[in-house]
């Protein structure tokens, strides 16, 4: 529903470079999930010791992501005005405190920390109050230092856009540390959970690819306008083709999955 309300909207209004960014970033997200999903059945059939489903959200997120930068980068896009003080003080409000505070109060329950502590041998009471402080200490902190990366990046100058990735990588850690608090990586080490080793050096490759393409120049858009119906149509029926080949596999390597049914 809110997706034909958005398209519905920006046709009305003849955005089309932003109905042409939303399709190809629902479309990759779509692909990526799906993909996802193919990934998690074929890695649980294999029998590795690995977190599958956060495999199948890493694949969601880069090529939604892929998608989205390509279409950003696919269109020619008109200089647009500053956001007003008070629009940007809540979108940071929203992003930097709002959404972890809400991340924090539902993955640190004390019945959620108890499961925690019993599949890592630990002591409840010991695990459960230590785990609390260190994930809203890090919460406090990462919203002050967020606001004040914000008036440092934002201050207007010629470097302003360059300096936008400090923002990025600093909400990133932020999650990356809380994924850490959450599951005991302090108290246990990297013990029975090798995807949190994953995650530092994710975090690590994004920064050198950072640091080796910061200093090139910007990506230039390839066309002006966007898609047409027939490329669109062909995109669409080439992601059709390929999940349907996934499909066909995925429900050839095994003879079902123990709590596949409950998900639906």
Same mark, same amino acid.
């Given at each position: 529903?809110?997706?034909?309300? /958005? ?10 470079? @932003? ?5 190809? @970033? ?42 989205? =930068?390509? $279409? ?17 003080? =809540? ?10 505070? *809400?991340?924090?109060?539902? =993955?640190? *329950? ?11 041998c630990l002591a409840a009471e010991s695990l459960i109050d230590p785990m609390r402080i ?11 230092? @967020? /606001? ?11 470097? @302003? ?30 013990? $029975? ?12 490759? /994004? ?7 910061? $200093?090139? =120049?910007?990506? *230039? ?21 390929? /999940? ?18 409950q998900r639906f």
């Amino acid at each position: 529903g809110a997706s034909l309300a /958005l398209g519905w909207y920006l046709q009305r209004h003849n955005l089309n470079r @932003s109905f042409h960014l939303a399709c190809y @970033s629902a479309l990759g997200t779509g692909f990526g999930f799906a993909f996802g999903n193919f990934l998690q059945t074929a890695g649980t059939a294999s029998g590795v010791d690995f977190n599958w489903w956060n495999v199948m959200e890493f694949s969601l997120g880069f090529f939604g992501g892929l998608a989205m =930068a390509y $279409g950003v980068l696919s269109s020619e896009w008109p200089q647009a005005p500053p956001p007003a003080k008070r629009k940007a003080q =809540a979108a940071i409000f929203l992003l930097f405190l709002a959404i972890p505070a *809400t991340n924090v109060i539902q =993955a640190f *329950t004390r019945a959620r920390l108890e499961r925690q502590a019993e599949q890592l041998c630990l002591a409840a009471e010991s695990l459960i109050d230590p785990m609390r402080i260190q994930a809203w200490s890090l919460l406090v902190l990462a919203f002050v230092s @967020s /606001l004040w990366l914000w008036r440092w990046v934002t201050r207007g100058d010629a470097d @302003s856009v360059r300096r936008l990735p400090w923002l990025f990588f600093s909400y990133l850690l932020t999650f990356q540390l809380l994924s850490h608090i959450r599951k005991a990586v302090v108290f246990s080490g990297f013990r $029975g959970q090798p995807e949190h080793l994953a995650y530092i050096v994710t975090f690590v490759m /994004l920064l050198a690819l950072w640091a080796i393409l910061k $200093g090139k =120049a910007r990506p *230039t858009a390839t066309h002006a306008e966007p898609s047409t119906p027939k490329a669109w149509f062909i995109v669409f029926l080439g992601t059709i083709a390929i /999940l349907a080949l996934l499909a066909v596999v995925s429900i050839s390597i095994h003879e079902g999955l123990p709590g596949a049914r409950q998900r639906f």
